[in-house]
């Protein structure tokens, strides 16, 4: 049984910057893909960005370009999401969600998620 478990957010200023974290377990993930996606008070869960955990291929949405980075540790089958340049737009619950086979930013084609960590941005 696949398990998603993120962790690392928390209060920080605008500005600022935050590393989160999602440990993955229950399969290997060689051929799978890793996301990020997030969803704020009222608003629908939108994609933030992936990873290839092969390939090591990554991608953003737009609104993160530039000031989010996605990585993996294959030893510690991790995967992080470094967060700088933070804004008040940024504050959401932020999930990693996992699936096979190619990346994709729409978030019904990943089977796995993770219970989420709460990112606030305060200005």
């Known amino acids: 049984q696949v398990q998603l478990v993120e962790s690392g957010g928390g209060l920080v200023q605008a500005g600022g910057s935050l590393r989160l974290s999602c440990a993955a377990s229950g399969r290997s993930f060689w051929r799978y893909v890793m996301g990020w996606f997030r969803q704020a008070p009222g608003k629908e869960r939108e994609f933030v960005s992936a990873i290839s955990w092969a390939v090591g291929s990554t991608y953003y949405a737009d609104s993160v370009k530039g000031r989010f980075t996605i990585s993996r540790d294959n030893a510690k089958n991790t995967v992080y999401l470094q967060m700088t340049s933070l804004k008040p737009a940024d504050t959401a619950v932020y999930y990693c969600?996992?699936?096979?086979?190619?990346?994709?930013?729409?978030?019904?084609?990943?089977?796995?998620w993770g219970q989420g960590t709460q990112v606030t941005v305060s200005s």
């Open positions: 969600a996992v699936k096979a086979g190619i990346l994709t930013t729409n978030s019904p084609a990943y089977d796995d």
